[in-house]
């Protein structure tokens, strides 16, 4: 369906060079390797290409040639990763949700994430997961047709270790995604059907 007035949800428009593979990219300007968003803090204005920084907020585009287990689909995933200095990091842009959607999903790997749109915060859960990334589920019923900042802001773990996410393939969905407490009455029947039957095969 279409994507209301937001641009590049799946990173796919960088214009980065491309670097062969296992390369350092180096540091290049937002505006070719992430068109359509803001990166924050402000100062930032670049990000890293196929490199990896620890002990500091930064964003990095990964891809093309890069190690295939941080691209979750296509040929460019993001990083946002956070300091021990509990600084984070984060994309944005602003858009127009489409009228018809119920449902924003994305792929990630997640370990302290915040979701705003509009500067509210959006609850996500996990709906899902392919090969080396989870797929989740934001219910923007409450915000379809509105217009505002959507933003992706990796936080820092607790006591201020160092943190990231990786996030990719960004779009919304006119179809409702399941509540949380459906997925987890699922799981929970699933688990106690396979309890029974270990128990009956003991």
Known sequence: MAQ???VNLDFEGALVPDTPPGSNGGVVSANIALPGWVV???QF??????TITIGSPSITLFGPNWDSTDIFQGRYTVRLATAFANTGSAIAQTGQIPANAQAMLFYAQVFNMDVTFAGNSLPFFRVGSGPNYDIFGVDVNAVHGMTGELRFTAL????????????????FSDQPIPEPSVVGFFALGALL???RFFKRKS
């Open 4 to 6: 209301g007035t937001f």
């Open 40 to 42: 924050l803090p402000g």
């Open 45 to 50: 204005g670049e990000v890293y290409h196929n």
């Open 156 to 171: 820092p773990l607790a006591g201020g270790g160092f943190g990231g996410v990786r996030l990719d393939n960004i779009f």
């Open 193 to 195: 059907l396979g309890w």
